[in-house]
Structure formats: structure tokens, C-alpha cells
């Protein structure tokens, strides 16, 4: 059923795909990318991890099952809001934090809204995973 | 036929029946005490009116009008309704539901005091509304017998939709007026009269007054109501509900009576339902239902009264209310009496009673010689005040004479086969043990008769306390009423005596007759009430014809007519706007562009050309890569990105199902798919217009403007796509991530069914519990 | 170019409901697919098309310096396309699990929720 | 080690990706490598790729001219009017030892135009090439024996 | 160069775009054709892996003509996902002899056009 | 000079790969069995992409760009065999029939070396 | 400000999240699900005290202006469904503990219960047509897997025909919302109202009217675009039914009503025609709908789609009383039929069948449960002095206000006809005996379970018929809540920041 060079090659291509997926998500801010397609990506990693070499196998790599990463990606988005609550802004308001900023550089940025994104891409991998993982196993 | 009643052996009385029956009959006494105090304040004054603002918004208030209309009705059902509790504190004891029987009767003369004391259309409604409640529940209270239920329903729907049919004509009498305060509406007669709705008002009035007082030809479902417990009998349908219709006609003839149209069509309705009712009366052996008939008849006799200007005709009809209340009540009583004594109501298998029960034979006596007209019995005056009333009437005297002496004689006929017939002759085998019923059933019956009996003797008593007020109220000017027994020997006497001889001639030949109208009637096609079946019948047959025509279960046909009527609708939308300027910019397109959209193009027709669904999968993967590259084309990376992802995603998932799926289905046949090609090619058209529409109106976008210029500085972020996605309207993000999610677990409880508590099954129940 | 595309919207649009007219619930599922691309393309063509200048800032400009594609339709037109994701997957799943329990993926004998007049119901 | 330079390998290819190649991209990208292969199964591979560098420099380069070449020829077969083509599945037996050799062959012999794998059988160490240029079998299985699979062999052994 | 093609000013380099353009078209026609034509569901989907990869192509084409290097990242994610659908396929063609193996076999498994 | 030498090398490279991929597609079009049809379109396809790749990192001439040109030939040359692969084996083992020069056959039975069994079922963690 | 009306719907969120998580421990599922629908009823409380007192309130979601950040706005008539959203949950929520069973709570019930409540309070927060189609898609894909939960066979079939009605109006609905853009260049409620005054293009204002009322008309279920509900309604466990008639449908109706009256330009004779002749036909074909079926639930279901014509038609005569009678009858509708359906479930359990014919003899054995089902049945015919009567008045008063008699003929009629089928279920559920005397009295069910059972239906109908008795509190909101709707300026004025000229 399971052929060998599907395996093989899937060895690798995983690992790109997820890394490629990160990268998306890391840039998606400022080019094209962002937490949905970076989930999307990864999601298609785990899938192909699924047909080349078994359900189980998928999610044994995935550790939580999906839905509970979906659950926890979109709490994460929520939680996003928290510092903009606790500072008094209404919900989803993004608050930004610039490291190490300098002149015309502002330095490396730490941000609600990344995280937001974050929980997105998150909660987008889950849910889809969760999506082929019934379809599949059923 | 009460099945429910208990005679001997009746158990002990609870709490919750006394504490109900104490209130159902102090209430009713109250209310007849206080209204007692109210005649003099009434005759001397103006109607008394009070009452709470309800719901200012409408117009609505909770107020009452005591006028010497109301008060003789509200004294009616206070007095009357406090002998009919009495008599059904002893009819139903022990009755298992009486609790919720003097509930629904307590209702009941709510609802009806109420009605009669509203001094506002909409109240007046509510309570004519909640009277039509407390029958519903009253006349189904044997609801285990499925004729119970039938009649109760029919009751219901009929007098219902009179009542909606009222409704509409109140609320449009509000709206001319400009309130619905009778205070206000019964000095708007002019105003009224000369208004284009005044005729549609009329015929709306009336509809509600005729279902109610079972005028024809909705007369039907009273007999049918006598499915109820006879005290319900006595009450509702003698005295007081019946009448609401009574009142109603009564009340609103200051501001809509007096015109051509009202008198002529209560004078025919009215004269019709009297004589006819009066011939199938004849037709009657049950007791109850014989009586019912009459209560029709005398329904008719009023509404006929009522179509009048003379003062002397609406003295005769609100005579004859207080007259008809007294010894109908009384008579139902004692059918009730018989019924609960003897199992039977059945007029051929009843004789010889009158030594067994002296009591009520007296009693019934007493009420059917009123009913019949004897002197010195309230009745008497009550049908000389009718004949001279008839007399009176302009328009068509000889035709109202006419049916008022029919009516009467037959009348006549009925109370001496009523009042007497199961009195007289030989007692059956079967009533060899039959006892006098005891004092708790009899007092209210004797007390209604002996009412009769002292009216008629001394007549001046309600004359100018009760009578006479009313019919000022009625005509809406100053009018005293003189009741006497004795009038001298007059047109009206004449036709008394005639009246007398036809009844004892027709009492002598009610089984001949009978069998006479039996015989017409099997030969006539059919009768309201099976009319009526016949008419929900039909009514339940078009529904289904409808319904199996809309809701027929096929999903494609379903489809299909939302998809047609979207087309339509939006052709009907673009001829209504006058259709618009096709500007069409058929800009040159390079070729990737055409090479894109002929992917898309090339995808779609692919996917219908082909008849397998595999087929058509592949190219639609096709065509979501064409998607994918307009996106790309027109400056959305993102887009085009995620389009190919998603619908890559998407077929790895279906490929994933196909082994689980059919590979081959039925194929609709060519003609079919032609309509369904037409169908949808109209809905790519006008889809397409409405787009082409939109792109006529030139875009001015604010918003574009503003994203572009605060992505960087505000929301420090070059990709203005992402930065509306995750920051701007990070909330649409959210609740979409949401969806997924939604749509993962979804699909998950569709397919796992292995899915299991953590804890065992059983452990889970008991925790549950 | 925009009438270009309302025309491969209208098709796709008649291709879809064509398709969703079939009783069979998977080309009714393909036809679903081809109306929610045509939606998405609807949004985008309503948002007005530019050639090939993405929504995107360069490095060390505060604001685009030629005028780019409308991104507030790319925003959301990407909200659909997972949304729509979400809904055709589990009609997908739904349609998966119709065959499994009542064995036809043919709309015209699914009637088990409103039976026929003449099976015995009213 | 072997996972080690996988991981320097992932961290390349971020730097790549990312078009940065400071020192803290590429720290985040040994850790972003080194997330990713914790969540693929890397872990099962068993072989080192750069002990032979040159030969894999030169596998690459056979390759690449295989590549063109068959390219050339499986264009001309498909504009070609009428042709002299005979396809054919030829059985390979290899004998490598180790199983990824044996898909790395089998990967270049499908990415060369004109030649497929159809089929695998790793027990027997036996490809079902798909040929379309060749008629004779043998020839067929030496040419692969002294091409592909010599330069594989001298590349990772 | 970059500048020359943004501002058109290379006529070969306009031309050589055009010109791939139209080929790629005629490409993609050519695979919507054995998407269309089949026969079998194994031909479709390696039509369908084709114009994945056309589709990069495309996008390749497209930074070239644009000058803008963002189409690359579609392409690469493009290329590293489509064959996903490649790949489900054929192990949905394989479950499926392995399923009902005898009757589909015979029809060469999968070859929908004769099904209807 | 230089310039004009990049245009042409660039514009080569871009007809050249169209080129391929026309060929590719035609292949597809033209080839009487499905294994003809891969043998001949996956690969031109792909060296299609590859040509156009490299012109697009001929053209910008950026570290980042040409790795992400290069990164995209690799993921290429890495998911296209796999995928003819795995359609080649589908059809073989359902005995697609294979051209040998005068008509469609069938090829040889295949003889998978491992019984083919479905795929485990994976039980999921969260359903024990 | 901005928290409290994001509250509505991040709090179902958040607690659908947790219950979905803790979906396997289903007392813990359950737990969580109540606390967080008395915690949404709390909130909507608050809300509506709010509004009461100031009006219209609105909040920029993440702080970024109107029209440019998603508005959420709650003026009288959001405020009003907030607070019918969280009172259904709370009833439903409590009746569900007892009604639904382990399994589907195992599959996550009590998290798809949550997010359809999202769902609906963010379709009446949002001030944004976009959003208000992401809330859509949040509330329908969470009532598909409501609808399916349980995988029985008819379900499958009720739920295909449901979906697939329903996402064809969701199709219609985003193409009319990216075309509303593509016309004004804006999402913003408040802005499209100021820009559709602007428009100058009759053909496209006209037809993306005809694409929004189908779109909506689906989901309302208007004639003749209701086929999905009597196909699935009484397929899934009774409280779906009940929270689905309560909410769902009403959420479409509550969609044109904003539309036709914020977004659309006041003298759009046209929509306004469309959706009276739907309004008639819809209240006729429902009710007449109701009268061929002879189960429980199919019955209440027909009724649903007869009584959502009453609602558009108060849109549709665009009259200050006809609109305050569409917000009491939704009031009144919503408390009314949601009850009728716990009522239907509670019968079921007592007499074992939805089929009339199976069942009876309730009236004895459960008194309770027949006064409840009596006065809600009433009040759902339009019976006085119960609240559907008020409702009712002032809708055919409206009517008749403007010489519209045959509209008020047919309001009329189908009230007579919501008789006939309420008197039906009476005479056979209650009043016939039980064919197999099978009836079981409520007091033979444990305590907890009657507490469940009855406790929501008997709050729900002391609401009916405290707002039978004395609407005059109501009404009067009802008319502020319209007139706010025919004048949109302070709506607008609110949401937007003062425009320059
Ligand atoms: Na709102
Ligand atoms: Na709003």
C-alpha cells in the first residue's frame, strides 16, 4: 500500500514543508504569508505525513490531538487581547513592543497582533488537521 | 350522557374543591351585590365609567362602562352564574377535574362580566375573546369522548373567527373615531355612517355578533356545544354567551344601527335562524339538544327584535333576554336533574317521572310555562312586548309576524315536550328506582323559575330598574319601558291564542312531525354541520394537496426553485430600476490573463460536460489553479496563495473519501437537464448583470485610502492584506478560525461513532441522575 | 478586463447551480465549489482590479508609492476561501457519512426525513 | 551528527528562504530546523549526505546532463510524427545495501524524462522501470547499473 | 535589467514573454484536454500534476514579466504542496482495487467514462 | 553589452522553458498510454520550471531571490517524481493497459513483494 | 465599552472552546455550558439596562475607527434580540441538560450549543456586513453539526437538505455583500447608509435588494425559499429544534430588517413590495403547511416560517407601529415557540411519540404541562390577553392604518388557521386518551429532571403572559426601537466620528 520512495522522500519534505510554513507565517506581516496560509502549509505537511506513512504516525508527531491544538490556537488569539484589555483598549487591539530599537530602525517587534497570528496559524493547523484526521481514520 | 357524573357514591369533597367552589361562588355574589347597588346610581345618572390606562401606546385602556345595558347583563351573569356554580358545586361533586371545571367556569365569568362591562373596543374584545377560551375548555371538559372534542373544536373556530372578523371591524371603528373608547365611539354615529368603511364594518360587527349567537348560518355549533356538562349547558349556552352576541348588537346599535343595511340584515338573519332553528328543534328527541335548538330560536328572535328603531321592539328583545335566561337556565337544570337521576336524556325512554320527582316536575312546569308564554309568567309579557315589537317594525311586518308566531308556536310545542313529556305517562322498567334528586340540584333551578314567576307577577320590579335603562342605553336616547301583565284585548293577544293553539296542535304532533322532518331531511343533500366537516375536510385535503406540492422532500427541486426565484426576482428587479447603461470596458487583456480565465472557463465546462463525478473533481483543480492565477494577476498573492493551498487541501480530502463514495450514479435524463441547463444559465445571467450593475457606479473607497496609509505607521506592518486580517478586522479572522473549527469537530462527531466518554457509560448516567 | 471576468463568473455561476442542480450530492458538492469561487471572484472583481501591483509596502516607505490593489476585498476573499473550506468539508464529511447510513448518495431517494405521501405517513 | 547537519541543513535552507543570513536568522532557523524535524520523521533517516561531497557534486552533474539529454529526446519523441519508440517495463534488481540509496535511484530514474518507476520491491531490491526508448531490456539494465547506480553508490557509500 | 523590464524597454525580452505565454496557454489547453478526454481517473490526475507544475511556471514567468520576486512564494508553495493531490489519488486508485478488487480491475480501475 | 548578453540569455531561458512545457503538455495530448503520458510530461514540466526559475533569478539577481528560485527547483525535483510515482504504481498495479507499439495491453501482472493491505487504521489518541 | 459588547459572543466562544475540550466529561462540559449561559444572560442584562438608558451604544473593535475598524453597535432593537438570544440559551441550556443525550454530549454538544449562541449575539452586535457574514457562518456551521449530532438516518437526510439550502444562501449573501462593497466602497453599517444615499445606480441598488432578500429570505425562511426547515426541523433532539426556532431564523429576519432599514434608503418602494408579497404568502404557506401535518414538531415547524411572515411584514409596511409590531412579535414569537418546542419535548418524553396519533391523555396526566402548553399555544394563535395578541393588534392595526386591508385580511386568516393547528395538538396530545395508555405523569420523572424540564418552560411562559398582562412597557420600547429604525441618524451619528460638512 505504502510505497518506499513516497516515504522516503517524505522524510524530508515534512520537515521543509513545516519550515517553510514558518517561514510564511514569520514574514506574513510584511509580505505575502500570515498565520492562515502558514497554517494551511503546515496542515499539508502533516497530511502528506498521514498518507505516506499512517494516521497513527501523524499524530503521534503532532503530540496534541488536533482539535485540542485548534482549541488552543484560537484561546491563544484571545488571549491576544488580554494586554490591550488590561490596558483599556477594546478587544483585538494590537499592542507593540520594539526591542532594541534605534534610529530609522525600530528593532525587532514583539506584538499582540503576532501573536494573534500566531494563534491563528495555530488554530487553522488544528482545525484542518482535525478535518483529515476523521476523514481519514473513519 | 355525562359519563364523568357521580350520583351515590361520590367522594369525599378535598380542599382544593371546596376552596375553588367557595370562591366560584362568592364571586359571582359580589359582583351581582355590587351591581344591585349600582341600578339607582345608573338610572339617575349618566353611565358610570372607570377603569385604568392599559396600553397608552394603542390606545387601550382597562376601563368599564355601566350603563343600563351592561347592568342588565352583568346582573344576568353574576345572578344567573351564582345559581348554575351552586347547582354545579352538587351536579359534579367528586368529579375528578372539578377543580379545573370551576376554574374554567370562574374564567368564564370573568371573561363575560368583562365583555359586558368594557367600556373600551379592544377590552371588550379581550374579554369576548377569553369567554370564547373558557367555552373551548368548558364544552371539551368530557374531553376523553372524541364528540366532546369535535364540538369543542368547532365552537372554537367558528366563534374565533367571527371573533377575528369582529376584531377587524372594532379596530377599524377605533380608527374612524380615533379611539376606542365607547365613551367616545357610541356619540360617533354620524360620524360613523357617512364614512366609506362604515358597510364593511357593519358586515365585520356582525359576523363576530352571528358566530357567537349562533346566528345562521353558523348556528350549528351550539347544539354540537351541548357536549358539555349541563351546568356549562345552562350557563353559557342559555344565559350568557350566546348573548355576548346579543350585547354586542345591542351596544353598538347607538353608533352603527339604524341604517337600511343593519336593520334589514338582523331582521332577515334574525327571523331565519327563528324559524328554522324552530323546525329543527322539533326534530330533537334528546332533551338537551331540543333545548338547545330553542335557545337558537330565541337567539333568532332577538337579533330579529334588535333590527329595529321602535323603542317597543327593543323593549320586547331585552325583555325577552331576562325571560329566556330565567327559564332556560331553569329547563337546562332540570334536563341536568334528569340526566344525573335517571342516566338518560333520551326523550323516548324518559315517562312517568312526575311522582318520582315532584320537585323538579314543578320546577320544570313553572319554566315551561314561561318558555311557552303562559300568563302570569314573566314569559307571558315578554311575547305580547314581541308581538307588539314585530308589529312594530317598519319594514316587514307581516314577515317578522309571521316568523315571530312560527317560532313561538313551536316553542310552545317544545317546553310542553320538555317541561311535561318525561313527567307524564308511564315509568319505564328501568326507572323503577329513580329517586327525587336532592336539595343541592334543585334550589337553583326553583330559584330561576320562581325569578320568572315573580317578574311576571309583579313586572314593574325590573321594569324600570332593569328594562328600562337598557333600552336607553340601546337606543342611545331617554326611554321608559312599561311592563303589564294584562294589556287588554289586542292584535298581539290574538296572535298569542293563535300562537297557543298552533304549539298545543304541534305538541300533539311532534312524532308525525318528526318523522315528517326526518324524512325531508335524509332526503335534503346535507346540514350545516356536516357542511362544516365537509368544509375542514376539504380545507385538510387542500393543505395537503399544498403542502406535498411545496414540501415535497427532493432536494434538486428544491434547489431549483430557489434558483428560479432568485432569476426572476432579479429580472423583476432590473425591469422595476428601469434597467441601466452597460458600460463595458472590453480593455485588452494579455494573454496570460486570457490564459487564466480560459482555465476557469475551460474548468467549469468540463466539470458539467463530463457525467462522472471524478471527472469533474480534476477539473475543477484545473480551475482553481486558472483561481488561483487571476488572484495572482491582479495583485493578490495572498489570495491566489491561499486559493491553491485551500483547494489543494480540498481535493487530497475528497480523493481521501472517494473509496468510501459510489462511483457511478443515476443520470437524469436529457430533458430534465435541459430545464436545469436553463435554469442555470438564467441565474448565471442575471448574477452576472447585477455584478455589471454594481460596476457602473464608479468606487470610492475611503477605506482603501486609509489601510494604505496606516499599515505602517499605526499598525507597523508592510503586507496591508495581513495587517487587515490580523489586526484591523482581526475580529472576522476570529470568528472564521472559528468556523474551521467548528466545521473539524462537526464533521467529526458526523463520522466517529466510536467516540466515548472518559467515564463508562453507566457511571455517566447515574451521575446525570 | 473586469466585464472579462463578470463573463467567467457567469459561467461558473450557471456551471454551479447546473451542477448543484443534480441529484447526486457529490456534483452537488462540485457545484458548490464552483459558486463559492465564483463569490470570491465576485468580491474581487466588485473591489475593482489593478494589474499585478500587490497590496504590499516597500521597505522604507510609510505608504505604497504607486497605487496597488485594492486590499480590503483580498482580506476578504481570504476569510471565505477558509471559511468556505470549513463548510465544503463537512458537507463533504456529511455527504461521506449519507452514504454510509443510508447508502445512496442520490438526493431523489433521500427521503427518509419527508417521506413520500404514499409510504404509510400523512 | 547525522541529525546535526540535517539540522545546519534545514537552518540553510531558512536562511534561504528568508533571504538573511545574520547570525540570529540563522540561530532562529537551527531552532525552526530543528522544531521541524522533531516533527517529521527525519529521526528514521540513517545515512550521511555529505561524506562524498565531489561525488555528489558529480552524481549531480551526471544527473543533470541526463536530465537535459533524455529532456531533448523526449521532446523530439513528442513532436516527432511517427516514432520508433518501443516502451516497456524492464525489472532493475540493484544491489545496494542501504534501502535509501535504493529510493534516491529510483527518485532520479523517474525525474529523467522518457523513464518511470512503476513499481517497487524493496525486499528483492527490485525497480519496475517504465522505458520508453528501449526495446532490449538488458541494455536497458546495464546502462542504469553503470550510470545511475555506480555514481550513487561512489556518492554515499 | 530588472528596470527594463518594468519600464518595457527590451523588445526581446517583451517578446520572449509573450511568446511563453501564449505557449504556456496552449499548455494548459492541452492538459485540460486529457483532463476532459481521460479515460482513465489515472490520466486525469496526471493532467491535473501538470498543470500544478505549468502553474508554477506560470508564477515564474509572472515575477519575470513583473518584476516583482513576491509570485515566487507562490510558486514555491505551490510546488511544495500540489503533489499532495497526486499523491492522494493514486493511493485512492489503489484502495479502490483493493476494495472491490475483481470488478474494477477489469476496466482498467478507474475509468469513469464508461461508469455512466 | 553585458546587458544585452543577460537579455538574450534571459529570453532563452524563458523560450526555452515555455518551450519544454509546451512540449510537456502535448506529450500528455499526444502519447497513446498513461505511462507514455508521465514519462514525457512530468519531467518536461518540470525542466520547464526550472528554466523559468533560474531566468527569474537570472533576472533579479539577489541572493535571496535566487535561493528562493533555487529552494523552489529543489522542492520540484523532490515532489514530482513522487507524484508520477505513485500514479505510475496506481496504474500498473490496477492494470491500466500499457502501449507496446501497436496497441493497448495490459501489462505484466505486477507482483507487489508485500501483500497489499490497507493503510493502519491509527487509532487516535483522544478516542481511547 | 468595547468589552462589554464584545462579551455577548467571546463569552460563548471562549466557554464553546473549554466545553468542546472537555467534551468526553460531560458533567464537567455540561457545568461549564450553564455557567457560561447564565453568565451570557448577565451580560445581555447589562447590555440591555445600558441601551435602556442611553441609547444606542457602539465599540470600535481593536481600536481602529469607524468605517475602517468592525463597528459593534447595539442600539433598542439589537439590544432586544441580545437579550431573547440569551434568555433562549439560558432555557434551552437548562432543558438540554435533561433532554439531550450522552452521546451527543460526548460529540460536543454543549460546544457547538455555544458557539451557535456566538453565532447569533455577534449577527446582532456587529455594526459591519462582512462581520455580520462571518457571525452567519460561525451560527450556520455550528447548527449543521447540532443538526447531524447523533448521525441518525433521518437526521443525515434532514441535515443534507439543510445544508444544502442554506449554504446556497450563504453563497448569495457573500457575492450581495462583496457587491454592496463593490457599490459604496465600504462594510461599515453606518456608512453604507450614508453611502447608499449617494448611489446613483437604481438597476444595482435594486438587485443586490433582490440578492439580499433571498439570500436572508433563506435564512429566515420566506416563502418560497423555506423548503430546508420543515425538510429538517424535527430531525435533531428537541432543544436543537427549540434553540433553532428561537433564534436561528429570527437572526435572518433580524438581518433584513437592519438592511431595510439602515443600509437601504428609506423610500425603496420595491423591497418593500417584495417583501410584503413574501410576508403574505409566507404567513398563508406556513400555516396552511401546518395544517397537513400531524406530528408535534412538524407542526411547530410550519408555524415558525408562518410566523416569520408576520415579521417581515411589519417590515414591509414600513410604518412606525408595523415596525414595533414586528420587534413584540419576535419578542413574543421567540419566547412563545421556543417554549412550545421544550413543551413538544417534554411531551414526547411523557407520551412517547411526536406522532398525534400515538399519543394523548396528557391533559390528566401532566396538568402542569397542558397549562403551559394551553397558554402558550394561545398566545402563539393570538389569543387575548396573551402577548401573540398584542403583537398581532398592533401589526393588522398597521396594516389597516394604511388602507392595506388585504393584509390584514390574511393576518387575520392565518391566525385563525394557528388556531386550528394549536386546537389540533391540544385535542389530540392532551385531551384524546392515549391510544395504549402509555402516558406517564411528570411526577413519575426524577426530581433534577422535572426542575430541567419544567423550569425553563414555566419561566418562559410567565414572560408570555406577563407581556400578555401588562405590554405596555414593551410596546413603548418596541416604538422607540422603531422609530430608531426609520431614523437612522442618531444610529449613524453614533458609530461614525462627526464627518466634516
Ligand atoms: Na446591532
Ligand atoms: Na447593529
Redesign the pocket.
Known sequence: MISLILQGATRLLVALILLFSVYMLMRGHNLPGGGFIAGLIASAAFVLYALAWSLREAREALRVSPVKLAAIGALISLASAVPGMLKGFPPFTGLWLFIGGGAGDKGIPISTVLLFDVGIYLAVLGAVLALFFTIEED | MDTEVHSGDQPPTGWGERIWSLVLLAFPLGVTLWLLSMIGPVREHAPIVFGISWIPSLGVELNFLIDGLSLLFGLLISGVGFFVALYAKFYLRGHPLIQRFFFYLLLFMLGMLGLVLAGNLITLFVFWEITTIASYLLIGFNHEKASARRSALQALLITAMGGLALLAGLLLLGMIVGSYNFTEVLVAKQQVQAHPLYLPIVILVLIGAFTKSAQLPFHFWLPNAMAAPTPVSAYLHSATMVKAGIYLLARMCPVLGGSDVWLLTLNIVGALTAVIAAILAMRQTDLKLALAYTTVVALGILVMFLGSEASVAIAAAITFILVHSFYKAALFMVVGIIDHQTGTRELTSLGGLGKRMPITFGIAAAAGFSMAGFPPFLGFIGKELKYEGALAIAEEPTFVAWAAVFANALMVAIAATVALRPFWGRLPEKLQSVREAPPGLWISPLVMALLGLTFGLAPSLVATTLVGPAVTATMGQEETVVLKLWHGINLPLVMSITTFALGVLAFYLQPNIRALLNRIANWLPRNSDTQWDRGLNAFKWAAGVHTRHIQHGILKQYLAAVFAVTSVLLLWGLMRSGGFDMDVDWERLTVKEWAAMALVFAGSLVAIGCRAPLTAICSLGGMGVGIALIFLFFGAPDVAITQLLVETLFLVLVAMTLHRLPHSTEVSGRRVRFVDALLAVSVGTTVCLTLLAVLQQPLISPTKEYFELASVPEAFGRNIVNVILVDFRALDTFGEVVVVLVAAVGAAALLRRKLKPRVPIAAAKEERA | MESALVLVIGVMVAAGVYLMLAANLLCYLFGLILLSNAANLVIFVAGRLTRAVPPLIPKGQEAPVVPVANALPQAMILTAIVIGFGLLAFTLALVVACYRELDTIDSDHMRLAEPPPDSGEH | MQLFLMNILLAISWCALTSDATLDNVVIGMVVGFLAMALSPVRKFNNSYFRRLPKVLILIGYFLKELVLSGLRATWEVLAPASNRLPCVVEVSTDFSDQNQLLLLSQLISLTPGTLVVDIDDEKKLLYVHSMFTSDAEQFRKELREGLERRIREALD | MLQAILDGSSAILALAITLASWLLLLALGLCFYRIARGPTLADRVVALDVLNILAVAYCALLAISSGRDVYLDAAIALALVAFLVTVAFGRFVERNIEDDAPEVAENGGIDDSEHS | MIQSILEWALALLIISGSFFGFTAALGLVRMRDIYLRMSTSGKGATLCCGLLLLGVALLFQDTGVTARAVAAILFLLLTVPVGAHMIARAAFRTGTPMWDGESLKPPKPPKPSRPLKPAEPGLPKDIE | MGWLLALPFLLPIATGLLAMAARRRPRQARAISLAGCIGLFVVVVIIFVRVLDQGTIAAQMGNWPAPFGIS????R??AI?LLLAGLVGLAVAIFAQADVDLRREVLGFQGFYQLLLAGVCGS????DLFNLYVWFEVMLIASFALLILGGERAQLDGGIKYVALNLVSTLFMLMAIGMVYGLTGTLN?AALHVAFAEVDQPAALHMLAVLLIVAFGIKAALFPLYFWLPASYHVPPVAVTAVFAGLLTKVGVYALI?TFTLIFPADFRFAHDLLLIAALLTMLSGVIGAASQFEFRKILAFHIISQIGFLVLGLALFSPLALAGSIFYMVHNIVAKTNLLLISGTARRMAGSFKLAEIGGLYRASPVLAAVFFIAAFSLAGFPPLSGFWAKLMLVSASLEQAAYWVAAVALITGALTLFSMSKIWSEAFWKPHPQDGVRALASLSATERVQRMLPAILLVAISLGLGLFPQPLIHFCEVAAKELLDPAAYVATVLPARDG
Open positions: 459593534l453597535v447595539v442600539d432593537l439589537s434580540m446582532f452586535v456587529t455594526g453599517m437592519r
